[in-house]
């Protein structure tokens, strides 16, 4: 079955402000104090070419701004005409994009470019296949923080270019009580009392709960969502019972492609997934020269 691809209303990009200082990095880290001395040796300051990109592997796309970035940051009269936007399914074979300009400029990128659009385009096509195993219920798939640290912005894109659903971005966005901040607090009660004083009333609060009897205690207080974590399918269906639509219910630990049909199955609204995030495995994209 073909992996679904996300309409293009739905993806908002990425700002260029957000961007650009992620590949400047990542250029940075890779050109050093002399540059790229292996092009400048080899390949005559006139010469030009045209690179295709293609897919090695079928899946969803992610992360073209980035990659076109890390050209033009290099050589800024390279060209790259898509014939693929992020979200869209590819299979093996598929053109994604053509890449003309200098050649020293082409071969100083590609290694960025692709390592962002690998990256991200993974992301993208595992996310995609957790959600393809969820159609049929009202669960969506979403991330959550276990992203690589400074491409937090660029995953949960990818994450979104792949038809998931972004949990909080930060510690500062949404309020996520935890089973540590439980245990410090004294109990449910009193670390929701405590977030509740402590916050505005724009913020959202959340509280992870492992037992149902937590879960009857948190409701008591009342809470815009619960994170029911490392529930069994049994366990959440009697959750989504006892929370009976007066929050959010997100289904959290276990997930794996073979157990999240039967998570979303048990009427939960998320099921949040970390390594979809930090162990999404590369998706397969070359460059190759035009002939």
């Known amino acids: 079955m073909p992996l679904p691809g996300v309409p293009d209303v739905l993806l908002a990009p ?9 590949v400047r990095a990542a250029l940075l880290e890779d050109l050093g104090l ?3 001395i292996t092009s400048a040796a080899v390949v005559p300051a006139d010469h030009r070419s045209s690179l295709v990109m293609v897919a090695r592997q079928r899946g969803i796309i992610a992360g073209l701004d980035a990659a076109e970035l890390a050209f ?12 693929r936007e992020d979200g869209a399914h590819v ?3 598929e053109t994604i994009a053509t890449i003309a300009g200098p050649s020293r ?3 100083t990128g590609e290694r960025t470019a692709l390592n962002f659009l690998g990256h991200l385009s993974g992301i993208a096509t595992v996310t995609a296949s957790l959600v393809e195993a969820v159609s049929g219920t009202k669960a969506s798939i979403a991330c959550t923080r276990k992203t690589t640290p400074g491409l937090r912005a660029l ?3 990818a994450v979104r270019a792949g038809g998931g659903m972004n949990h909080r971005f930060a510690l500062h966005d949404a309020v996520l009580i935890k089973d540590n901040h439980v245990a410090i607090a004294g109990g449910v009660a009193e670390a929701i009392a405590r977030a509740r004083a402590g916050v505005g009333h724009m913020v959202k609060i959340e509280v992870e709960v492992d037992t149902l009897e937590q879960l009857r205690e948190a409701m008591e207080q009342g809470v815009d969502a619960v994170l029911l974590d490392n529930m069994t399918p049994d366990q959440l269906r009697e959750a989504v019972a006892i929370v009976n639509g007066r929050a959010v219910t997100e289904a959290s630990g276990r997930v794996t492609p073979a157990t999240v049909a039967a998570i979303a ?3 939960v609204d998320l099921v949040s997934v970390g ?10 994209i070359g460059l190759d020269v035009q002939h």
């Open 72 to 83: 033009h940051l290099v050589e800024p009269t390279i060209t790259m005409t898509r014939h």
């Open 275 to 284: 390594w979809c995030t930090h162990s999404a495995p590369t998706l397969d």
């Open 34 to 36: 002399a540059g790229d």
């Open 91 to 93: 299979e093996a074979g």
């Open 265 to 267: 199955a048990s009427g």
């Open 105 to 107: 400029g082409l071969l």
């Open 14 to 22: 990425l700002p260029r402000l957000v961007i650009e200082p992620l």
């Open 155 to 157: 995953e949960k894109y």
